[in-house]
């Protein structure tokens, strides 16, 4: 199985994975694999649309939430603040050159971020090896 590897971005924090698929075919992948998971999706934003919406052009973009009170509760009651980064979120784009990316937030970012016990990492870990998994060729 080819899977893509997470690689940094430019931006602190942030994780992203090259796509082997089509922007659409991406989004339905995640989609799909939260769902078959379990994991609830509170929202998923066409930021494209949002912008044509207001006479603005972009790429193909769409923001997916996503989460597992489960996981991130805990996160929350260690401290409150890490709420601004949960639920998490996929950012799926698609370059000019047609390449597609999903962008987030990376579990050891958030934990750091918010000075959380090292063992809360277990919670979110797991997100970052299904989306690579989702976007594997063989998956």
């Known amino acids: 199985m080819t899977s893509p590897t997470a690689h940094s971005s430019d931006v602190a924090g942030l994780i ?3 796509s082997p698929y089509s922007f659409d075919d991406t ?3 995640l989609l799909a694999a939260f769902a078959d998971r379990g994991i609830k999706v509170f929202a998923t ?8 919406a207001v006479g603005l052009s972009m790429p193909p973009t769409t923001l997916i939430l ?5 996981a991130g509760t805990p996160l929350m009651l260690a401290n ?3 709420g601004v980064d949960l639920p998490l979120k ?9 390449e597609v990316d999903v962008t987030m937030n990376a579990g050891a970012y958030i934990i750091q971020r918010h000075g959380l016990p090292a063992e809360l990492l277990a919670n979110l870990a797991p997100v970052e090896g299904l989306v690579a998994s989702v976007l594997s060729v063989e998956h």
């Open 16 to 18: 992203r994975f090259r």
């Open 45 to 52: 934003i066409d930021q494209q649309a949002e912008a044509l």
């Open 66 to 70: 996503f989460g597992n009170p489960k």
């Open 90 to 98: 996929a950012l799926v784009t698609e370059s000019s050159a047609g």
């Open 80 to 82: 409150p603040q890490s």
């Open 27 to 29: 989004v339905h992948r």
